[in-house]
């Protein structure tokens, strides 16, 4: 068989190339309309929120987070401030483990490592208004689960982190 | 260990994503493609190495991708399918002097780009000219005389 005559012959797999491609277009397409929408972080699809059961403690953050891509975990303790005006805040290992937390605002009074995790003291008469910024880095892909409780008052993100 | 992984799978993801962007994309340079394979390659350099810019990090990622490189030929010499798959497989496009139209139109070839191979390559002029024109697997067009 000649060169060109192989050729002729191969049309039908040519034919199925060009529908696969087809499909793969349409899914870059759909991929690139889902991260504009934050599917893969840094987005609005990839913004909640989340409570405590007596609503007490609250934070909205990235649940799909992207490694060593930053994000903004905005933590609402304003109804868990004791009388005193210090405010204990403690986050899990996971916290400490997985993540990298680039600045906390306000700066905490004090921070110290405790069997449960990291405990910060912010005094909330220092102008916190209510309201703790962490910036976090994930550091390694995954499923992580942290826990922050405040004034009694506990609430669980869990967070995607990927590769 | 990351390191590997992350070579293997960029390596995957970039030759699924060009194979499945059609073969003109890279056929025939243009400025166009020139850019984009240049901000290629600067995306997949950071994702490749990611915070580990030692030295060990990079003769492990510089062996893996080789070594990938290596099986794939391998595989294409090997099984004829895995060639068809990989590099696809060269197409008619001008027939006796009849442009094919639905597989121009399918491979993103116009009539201009065939005329203009076979002035390139042959000093034709014409499309009656031109027994065969055929789309290689590396996007080139090839013109065989009448």
């Not at chain 1, 050729?7 to 349409?26: C, P, S, V, Y």
């Not at chain 1, 208004?129 to 009694?152: E, M």
């Not at chain 2, 009849?98 to 042959?122: G, I, K, T």
Request: overall charge positive; hydrophobic content about 45%.
């Amino acid at each position: 068989m000649s060169g060109i005559s192989k050729l002729k012959g191969g049309i039908e797999f040519q034919r199925r190339t060009w529908r696969a491609e087809r499909i793969a277009w349409l899914l870059m397409a759909l991929i690139i309309v889902a991260a504009l929408l934050g599917a893969f972080g840094n987005g609005p699809l990839s913004r909640t929120a989340v409570s405590s059961g007596d609503g007490r403690v609250s934070a909205a953050y990235d649940f799909i987070q992207r490694r060593s891509s930053g994000s903004l975990i905005e933590l609402d303790i304003s109804s868990a401030v004791p009388s005193s005006g210090v405010l204990a805040v403690l986050a899990n290992r996971v916290l400490l483990n997985d993540f990298r937390i680039e600045e906390i605002q306000p700066q905490p009074a004090s921070a110290a490592f405790v069997p449960e995790g990291i405990l910060w003291r912010f005094n909330a008469g220092g102008g916190t208004g209510g309201s703790v910024l962490l910036r976090v880095y994930g550091l390694q892909p995954g499923l992580k689960r942290v826990s922050i409780s405040a004034g009694g008052s506990r609430i669980d993100l869990q967070i995607i982190v990927l590769p | 260990m990351d390191a590997v992984i992350r070579g293997v799978a960029i390596y995957f993801f970039v030759l699924v994503v060009l194979r499945f962007s059609g073969r003109r994309t890279f056929g025939e340079m243009t400025s166009f493609d020139f850019v984009l394979l240049l901000i290629i390659s600067e995306t997949t350099q950071q994702a490749l190495l990611g915070d580990d810019f030692s030295i060990t990090n990079s003769f492990i990622l510089i062996i893996t991708l080789v070594a990938l490189d290596i099986l794939f030929s391998l595989a294409e010499n090997r099984f004829n399918s895995v060639n068809r798959l990989i590099n696809g497989s060269p197409m008619i496009i001008v027939e006796n002097g009849r442009p094919l139209r639905h597989r121009l139109r399918c491979s993103r070839v116009s009539e201009d780009d065939v005329l203009s191979a076979a002035r390139r390559l042959q000093g034709l002029e014409r499309m009656d000219q031109i027994k065969y024109a055929v789309l290689e697997v590396n996007g080139e067009i090839t013109i065989i005389p009448a």
